[in-house]
């Protein structure tokens, strides 16, 4: 089987990696300090509590961000459960500045190194969010990028290593059995345009005895495997909408960028005249196809979180996309690709994986109630429909949560609004807060903690 070129830029030299290191850290240092999302909470929970996976009703995850959580901070000497949303986020950021690696392991023809480490760059924001999903997104590029690296040929040792990022991906969440699947899909559809299937069992017996390792927390939770065929399962009835209600797209942006990028990787693709012609081989043409895959079926299914289009996103901004800008002439090359960069530099925005944010008022507040150890209440109550990501911020405090016999003896009430005017009681005031969007809530105290309160939520001048 033939490999065309998929441009002939050498890899990037190793003097320029600690720069465009410090310069990922430092974009992603600004986003880092963002408010704690809900789902955030509910990982940094299930992390600090240290329980057994199978044993956590976990409907969908693995127990690979919680392990790599605790292990981190047991070398800093640190604990998880008290935690800052800093430290926490420190682990899914190693992972998405791990993608600039990736071109030292390639062969030079196979993807212009210097535009993936400068759109590798690019990503690491995408990766400031202690969730699953940029552990699972990095995993499975590193798994196409070490396919890739094995050649037609099928180098057992570079199966092996891809299988072993496919199995951690596994681990971390049921949505990259998707993803594998959907490749493997692209492979067969394709067969002589990819690295062909030489090794594939090398890579099988590597993705399962990795997934073992990672999923039964290296065989002290044996039980945990049957939790993850239980996850699968379920997975069905939440991303079809019949278990549970659908999920609509929040915002278009993400979904809107993910198909450009795969609209400009197929137009570079199949569009540029000699190298990019069509019959030509080249090796990431079977990403092409997978990434096309799996936003297609994403963008079909009634279930949809901005954060499921991490994995296209990786694999066409540190793979597809720098090779089909090597396709292109050295004139035409340079000015395009750096075209390309700013473009998504403008694009890369944190925010736009965003739903259902936590607002600022919630750390506010949270910083009110646990500041001075004189005036923390005796015990706040939480009632809402979600109370996520409350547990996080008032850790160290005693709360209540929902309607429990020793709510009346609560010094601060947080209640989720359920109409325009305020609530009262008597010796409290009602001072309004925002926790998500269109999401009104009321904290109800006794003074002098009330103007404490109501000083915090006051925004800057």
Same mark, same amino acid.
């Given at each position: ?25 430092? @974009? ?47 070398? +800093? ?8 949303? =800093? ?60 396919? @890739? ?24 969440? @049921? ?82 960028? =993910? ?80 075209? +390309? ?24 507040? +949270? ?63 009602? @001072? ?30």
């Amino acid at each position: 089987m033939e490999e065309g070129s998929a441009g002939a830029a050498p890899r990037p030299p190793l003097w320029i990696l600690p720069a465009v290191l410090l310069a990922a850290t430092w @974009i992603a240092w600004a986003f880092i300090d963002r408010p704690f999302h809900a789902d955030e909470a509910g990982q940094w929970a299930l992390a600090s509590e240290a329980a057994p996976h199978s044993g956590t009703g976990d409907r969908f995850h693995g127990p690979t961000l919680g392990l790599l959580s605790r292990a981190a901070h047991a070398v +800093a000497g640190a604990d998880v459960a008290s935690a800052t949303a =800093t430290g926490l986020r420190a682990v899914p950021l190693a992972f998405g500045l791990s993608l600039l690696l990736i071109p030292l392991v390639l062969p030079s023809r196979a993807v212009p190194g210097g535009l993936a480490v400068a759109l590798a760059v690019l990503l690491a924001p995408a990766s400031v969010r202690f969730i699953q999903e940029p552990l699972m997104a990095a995993a499975l590029t590193w798994a196409a990028a070490l396919w @890739i690296r094995s050649g037609p040929a099928g180098e057992a040792r570079f199966r092996l290593l891809a299988g072993l990022c496919a199995g951690f991906a596994l681990a971390c969440k @049921i949505t990259a059995a998707m993803h594998l699947g959907l490749a493997a899909l692209a492979v067969l559809i394709l067969r002589q345009s990819c690295p062909g299937w030489r090794g594939f069992a090398v890579f099988v017996a590597g993705t399962i005895g990795s997934w073992v390792l990672w999923q039964s927390s290296f065989l002290a939770d044996l039980p945990a495997l049957g939790t993850w065929w239980a996850q699968f399962f379920r997975a069905f009835g939440l991303a079809s909408g019949v278990s549970e209600p659908p999920l609509p797209m929040g915002s278009p942006l993400p979904w809107c960028f =993910t198909g450009g990028l795969l609209a400009a990787a197929a137009a570079l693709r199949f569009l540029t005249p000699g190298e990019g012609r069509v019959g030509k081989v080249l090796a990431t043409d079977f990403l092409l196809l997978a990434a096309g895959l799996v936003y297609l079926v994403h963008l079909a299914l009634p279930y949809k979180t901005s954060w499921l289009t991490m994995g296209p996103d990786f694999l066409l901004l540190t793979l597809v996309l720098p090779g089909g800008l090597g396709l292109l002439g050295s004139r035409a090359r340079r000015p395009l690709q750096a075209s +390309a960069v700013v473009l998504v530099g403008l694009l890369s925005h944190p925010g736009r994986y965003d739903y259902v944010e936590t607002r600022r008022d919630v750390p506010a507040l +949270a910083s009110a109630l646990t500041g001075e150890s004189g005036m923390r209440p005796s015990l706040v109550l939480v009632q809402g429909d979600h109370v996520w990501p409350f547990p996080f911020y008032l850790r160290g405090l005693r709360v209540a949560y929902g309607a429990v016999p020793e709510a009346a003896q609560a010094e601060v009430w947080l209640l989720q609004a359920t109409g325009p005017d305020a609530p009262s009681a008597p010796g409290r005031r009602a @001072i309004p807060f925002s926790v998500r969007p269109d999401e009104l809530w009321w904290a109800l105290a006794p003074d002098p903690l009330a103007r404490r309160i109501e000083d915090a939520l006051r925004p800057p001048r």
